[in-house]
């Protein structure tokens, strides 16, 4: 299995609280993802980087910052956290090239109450 | 924005049954690749296309991508109670830092009864 860690696996917090998901890779590889998965839209983009401190939005930002300071760590960050943020997050990461594979962590399943 | 639109959204068959699932799309991408998820864990990787018309075959599952690279099918021959999961198609990105963004179809979810 390629070395991916989300953490926490597991959380609950309030509506306008702050939230930090992490992934940590132990792979060196240079992209890493973050998506989310709702029943009905499989998995969407929300943000992923492409180098340490180079980050770019996907299809569905709007809410979420990340950062990426190492190589090895990538945060998404709810700024202020809403029910329509409840969800599965999937952490991500991938080398380079026409065939690449993505390598996905075990999610994070976050409930916005 | 790109769009994959991925059919059926649920399949519920007798094991030995064949099936086909598919992948369409108005847009083209540089590769199609078909993942299976369990419940619980991240989706796995089972074929990378990225040829027009190519198919390629993973024991009795077939995979093919479109001549214009934008549609594909996943078949599967005899299916039995371990193919029971989660199959999602996603479409690579155009190139440069992007090969990796994927976009996913809204996933076929397959259940083989013994």
């Known amino acids: 299995d390629a070395g991916i860690t989300q953490s926490p696996r597991h959380k609950v917090t309030e509506t306008g609280t702050p939230v930090t998901l992490r992934c940590h890779q132990t792979?060196?590889?240079?992209?890493m993802y973050w998506y989310r998965q709702d029943p009905g839209h499989g998995l969407r983009l929300i943000h992923y980087?492409?180098?340490?401190?180079?980050?770019d939005k996907g299809e569905v930002s709007d809410g979420y910052s990340v950062s990426r300071s190492k190589t090895e760590d990538f945060l998404l960050t709810l700024e202020s956290a809403t029910s329509s943020q409840t969800s599965v997050y999937f952490c991500?990461?991938?080398?380079?090239?026409?065939?690449?594979?993505?390598?996905f962590g075990q999610g994070t399943r976050l409930t916005v109450v | 924005t790109q769009l994959l639109e991925q059919s059926p959204q649920f399949l519920s068959i007798q094991e030995g049954e064949n099936l086909t699932v598919y992948c369409n799309s108005s847009?083209?991408?540089?590769?199609l690749q078909w993942y299976r998820q369990e419940p619980g864990e991240g989706p796995v990787l089972l074929v990378t296309v990225v040829t027009g018309g190519e198919v390629k075959k993973l024991k009795r599952l077939t995979f093919q991508f479109g001549d214009a690279r934008k549609d594909s099918s996943l078949h599967i021959t005899a299916a039995q109670p371990g193919d029971t999961g989660l199959y999602l198609c996603a479409g690579g990105g155009a190139g440069g830092t992007s090969y990796g963004k994927l976009t996913f179809g809204q996933g076929t979810i397959l259940t083989v009864h013994p």
């Open positions: 991500a990461i991938s080398g380079w090239g026409i065939d690449t594979e993505a390598f």
């Open positions: 980087s492409y180098g340490v401190k180079d980050t």
């Open positions: 792979e060196n590889h240079r992209y």
């Open positions: 847009s083209v991408f540089s590769s």
